[in-house]
């Protein structure tokens, strides 16, 4: 039963992009399937994956409206401990899970499925309750929507990724815009998620000048000064920032393969961040 926690955990988590409801789904799937009557069940994985599944869907569906302060970020995962590293290789790296918030949640199902998973278009039409043909074209819509993004992880020089985070935190503690300009894109996107609790400067900053620019207003105004650290979060570099003995604020990058970033997810909801703590 343990291997089956696992592999539905991976499976929640790619789905709702939070860790602890999928924790939660996934308790309440294996209970329920305890108290159940199994002789009409003939192959008791593939009933715990399609239960797992639509009750993910399902959550997603009610909670497709969040209330929060910026723009909802999908929740870190640290693949430090033993438990996250068995669901590591199937777990979608950062980016596509915030690209993934764009899809339907039967697209984004049916990806996953696919592309994490290797199902095919006949086992995903069992799982879901939809035809064949449906199942492809719920693909093809998911991938147009996630730019042909793969979905394994980007395995870009680990040294490339660790130089850039250093320049980055080397940059922001100068509060340097012009150091910033340099490792960032011309469309480089900013994105912050304070939860429903902290209120953050912006949801949203697009474009090079105007990152940098607020990247070292951020710093100047609440990251001086703090301790940091470095992590690989999702397999994508993240920096966090210390206030005693609590993560303030993190930023997760997505860096291209000559060292520059494409995209910063600025994570300040402490309930996002107390598990990573």
Known sequence: MQEN?????????????????????????????????????????????????????????????????????????????????????????????????????????????????????????????????NSRKLLSRATKHLQNIEYKPDHINSSISHETLSQYQKALSEGSIPMLEELLLNDIRLSADGGQRVRVIKAVEVGKSATAALLAYVQQQFLNHKLFTFHRFNHQPAICFWRENQIYNCHILDVDRDGRIREIYSIVDPEKLKRLT
């Not at 696992?6 to 309440?28: C, F, H, M, P, W």
């Not at 033993?82 to 590591?88: H, Y």
């Open 5 to 133: 926690y696992r592999q539905l955990l991976t499976y929640a988590y790619n789905i709702t992009g939070s860790y602890e409801d999928s924790q939660d789904l996934v308790q309440d799937v294996l209970e329920k399937y305890i108290s159940l009557d199994k002789t009409e069940i003939r192959n008791e994985k593939n009933f715990l994956i399609k239960s797992t599944i639509n009750h993910a869907i399902n959550f997603k569906n009610r909670h497709t409206k969040k209330m929060v302060y910026g723009e909802w970020l999908p929740e870190p995962l640290s693949f430090d401990n033993a438990e996250n590293r068995l669901i590591q290789e199937q777990t979608a790296r950062y980016t596509l899970l915030v690209l993934l918030e764009k899809l339907t949640v039967k697209e984004r199902a049916v990806y996953i499925l696919k592309e994490a998973f290797d199902y095919s278009h006949q086992e995903i039409a069992q799982l879901l309750d939809i035809s064949v043909e």
